[in-house]
């Protein structure tokens, strides 16, 4: 069974950085595509970034050049580095999988409960 678990949200000043970390149990962790979505209060959960189980990395505009993602499948562990944060990073973050790709669309069948990254100016 495939269970994502976010971790590594907290409370940052603009222009810092941040590592998420999403871990998942299962057998098949290296094959699955995963990703990485946030969602606010007042804006509908958007794809950020997704790694699929052959290496191909697709990013949103807003985050190129800023966040990276990467995976550890020996440690079943999905990783997002956020470099030069910006306010309008402040959302819930989420930790999606599933064993087909759906890009950066939220359509994932497997989901964190989301790390709270908060950006202050």
């Known amino acids: 069974q495939v269970q994502p678990v976010e971790s590594g949200g907290c409370s940052v000043q603009a222009g810092g950085s941040l590592r998420l970390s999403c871990s998942s149990s299962g057998s098949t962790f290296s094959s699955l595509f995963m990703g990485w979505f946030r969602q606010t209060p007042v804006k509908e959960r958007e794809g950020v970034t997704v790694?699929?189980?052959?290496?191909?990395?697709t990013y949103a505009d807003s985050v190129k050049g800023r966040f990276t993602i990467s995976r550890e499948n020996a440690k079943k562990t999905l990783y997002m580095q956020m470099n030069s944060l910006k306010p309008e990073d402040t959302a819930m973050y989420y930790c999606?999988?599933?064993?087909?790709?759906?890009?950066?669309?939220?359509?994932?069948?497997?989901w964190g409960q989301g790390t709270q990254v908060t950006v202050s100016s």
């Open positions: 999606a999988a599933d064993r087909i790709s759906w890009w950066l669309l939220p359509k994932y069948r497997y």
């Open positions: 790694l699929d189980g052959y290496g191909k990395i």
